[in-house]
């Protein structure tokens, strides 16, 4: 009975030891770094078969977050496991990876495209732990892209200031030669004016049709005039003007906090490179927008002087010809 007893207890430990070694492997592995985590899940058979799935997430350096996954299957013979992959993964560079385990870790061999080899340690854990590491990645990925757009968009604003400064010191430069501009308008019209009385006074029929065609080519002189002042008032000055008048009124005006702003995700360089150039373009708005309005004043004032100068030009015109 004894002898019995003692080849039963041997049967039992060796059918548990059986059973341990062969699930030994079995269960849900991750490795993590500061812009990746991985989860590698494996169920070992009796005959050291190894079946199971890899994932990836990955954060890139421009705060997008990556994912990959892939079946696996390999072997396990004592420490040793080898796991193969039917695709190719972007981190590994073939398509199979050898490795030791030892208790609750997998050491992995990683060979990169560049040839440089690295060892990952997976550690026994749970999707759950994996999970959280995924997520701080997708939560730096946020701060990343949004302190990228903070600092564009500071980059765009002293862009715009630098802008409104120049189109200030064009414009009033191009606006004190308002008064040129109509001198020359009454200059040309005075000059029609003369050379229709001279027309009305001469005799000889060849030479009014000369005198008419001089007061013709006045009239084209003064349309050269209209080209002048709007490839400069409408096309150099006017929209340029205009968009940066729209630019400024579809902003908000509202710089935020430096509470708000690293609540986002926002680090201290972008927030001192925003809070920098958002203070300047409110204080650059606020100069731009009655320079804006004056000079827009001018130019309508310049317009409405301009089709006055236009209708004496023809109204001469149309009298040079009538009277030749």
Known sequence: MKGNS??????????????????????????????????LQL??????????????????????????????????D?????????TILSFISGRSLSGTINGSTIHLQIVDSDGNVSSEEFVRSTPAQFKVYADEMKSKGRGIVYNTKLLNLAQEYRETVANAETWIANAEAHAQRISNAKADYDKIESEMRWLVGREQQTTDSVARSQIAVAVTQEDIAGEQVDIQVQQVWDIGIGDSGSK?????????GNCGTDQELRK?????RAIEAWDRAC??????????????????????????????????????????????
């Open 6 to 39: 003692h080849s039963l207890v041997l049967v039992w430990i060796l059918l548990v030891g059986t059973a341990c070694n062969a699930s030994r492997i079995s269960g849900t592995y991750v490795a993590h770094a500061s812009t990746f985590a991985e989860i």
């Open 78 to 86: 004592s420490d040793q496991l080898t796991l193969k992959f039917p």
């Open 264 to 268: 986002q995700g926002a680090n201290d």
């Open 43 to 76: 169920t070992e058979t009796d005959n050291g078969q190894l079946n199971g799935v890899l994932s990836l997430v990955e954060l890139k350096h421009d705060g997008t977050v990556g994912s990959e996954q892939t079946p696996v299957s390999g072997t396990v």
């Open 244 to 252: 940066l008048e729209k630019d400024f009124a579809d902003w908000d």
């Open 279 to 324: 203070k300047e373009v409110v204080a650059e708005r606020a100069k731009f927008e009655p320079i804006y309005r004056r000079l827009s004043e001018q130019r309508a004032a310049l317009k409405s002087f301009q089709v006055t100068a236009q209708a004496h030009r023809k109204g001469l015109v149309n009298e040079a010809n009538r009277i030749q």
